[in-house]
């Protein structure tokens, strides 16, 4: 796991958080909603398929959102998001493993359990039909990518590199999201997707879904990550910040 100092002192106090939190004595076993599939009925509904994030608030951002998360995940739905992510992590970011429970319960779309899940026991804190690993986070990748789908879980695995995305691939990653924000500065640039999706080999590209992250919020910014290859976008401060509905269906509507 990557804790030097070149990270941002938020994102290592984060992963030390992480590091110390105990896991459940128990194995959790998923009957998953295909993400893909959810991807697929976006498009042919028109939609440009979004994971809207239910995200109470984070290291970089003002404030705290404090509607009740069932509420604003229907609400996204309603919107027309293809899927949700949703924080679990409680220090900095406000989340919970019952929110997600609430938000799974509550709607008919793939969740995304959206923490820093650095080893096996972590993952069963609760079920949720996809879970991220960040491959900069992760020693064993393979391992724990493949403990995940044991349980049922689908999984989205984060770079920001090409040697990051070369790395998720060859653990076998099928899911894939790309990071705009560097995790050590905190800091967004949209061309980190264009510049690394250039790595993902054309054989490899038609089995593969790409997902691009942070820094989407506006419809330029939706057609600049599809342009670049974008199967699907995860957007969390541009819905947040608002009207969740309004905004959800701002950055799915193709017209």
């Known amino acids: 796991m990557d804790t030097s100092e070149e990270l941002a002192p938020a994102v290592r106090s984060i992963l030390a958080a992480a ?20 991807f697929a009925a976006a498009e042919a509904d028109g939609r440009v398929p979004v994971v809207a994030e239910v995200k109470p608030t984070s290291p970089t951002t003002d404030g705290e959102r404090t509607d009740d998360p069932v509420a604003l995940a229907e609400s996204m739905v309603a919107g027309g998001a293809a899927a949700l992510s949703v924080l679990t992590e409680p220090e900095h970011f406000g989340g919970s493993p019952e929110t997600l429970r609430r938000v799974r319960a509550a709607v008919d779309v793939p969740v995304l359990r959206k923490d820093f899940v650095l080893r096996e026991g972590q993952l069963d804190v609760v079920e949720a039909d996809v879970v991220l690993l960040i491959a900069r986070f992760v020693d064993d990748l393979e391992g724990l990518l493949t403990a995940a789908r044991e349980r049922g879980f689908q999984v989205l695995v984060e770079a920001h590199t090409p ?21 050590a500065e905190l800091e967004v640039d949209l061309g980190t997707f264009e510049r690394v999706v250039e790595a993902v080999p054309a054989a490899t590209a038609e089995s593969v879904t790409l997902i691009a992250e942070s820094g989407i919020a506006t419809r330029e910014t939706v057609s600049r990550m599809r342009d670049a290859g974008a199967d699907g976008l995860l957007v969390g401060s541009a819905i947040m910040d608002g009207p969740v509905r309004e905004n959800t269906e701002r950055l799915t509507d193709v017209n």
């Open 19 to 38: 590091e110390a939190r105990t896991a459940p004595d128990r194995r959790v076993s998923v009957d998953a909603r295909s993400l893909p599939a959810a």
């Open 163 to 183: 040697a990051e995305l070369e790395r998720a691939l060859a653990a076998g990653a099928d899911l894939v999201g790309v990071n705009n924000r560097d995790l």
